[in-house]
Nanobody
Framework: QVQLVESGGGLVQAGGSLRLSCAASGHTFRNDGVGWFRQAPGQERVFVAAINWSGDDTGYSDHVKGRFTISRDNAKNTVYLQMSRLKPEDTAVYYC?????????????????WGQGTQVTVSS
């Protein structure tokens, strides 16, 4: 059974940083495209960042480009989202998702597996 587990969320002041992790169990990430999405209260779940299987191709939403960095360590079966210069509008539950494809994808429907999410709260 595939399980994705996010960690690293928490409360941080505006301008601060957090690093989220997405670890897979019951499944090997190394051939998957992986994405991060976020969902704020009352809003839809939206794309944040994604990475291809080898880590040499990434994509970001305009809202986070230049502030967030997605990376992966296939030996540890883990994908990371380094978030810097956080803003209150980054407050959301962050989800990772995986698709059994070497590319990455920008839309929710493309992904096969989802984690339960981790809360990120940025105070002003």
């Amino acid at each position: 059974q595939v399980q994705l587990v996010e960690s690293g969320g928490g409360l941080v002041q505006a301008g601060g940083s957090l690093r989220l992790s997405c670890a897979a169990s019951g499944h090997t990430f190394r051939n998957d495209g992986v994405g991060w999405f976020r969902q704020a209260p009352g809003q839809e779940r939206v794309f944040v960042a994604a990475i291809n299987w080898s880590g040499d191709d990434t994509g970001y939403s305009d809202h986070v480009k230049g502030r967030f960095t997605i990376s992966r360590d296939n030996a540890k079966n883990t994908v990371y989202l380094q978030m810097s210069r956080l803003k209150p509008e980054d407050t959301a539950v962050y989800y990772c998702a995986a698709r059994q494809s070497r590319s990455y994808y920008l839309t929710r429907v493309e992904y096969d597996y989802w984690g339960q999410g981790t809360q990120v709260t940025v105070s002003s």
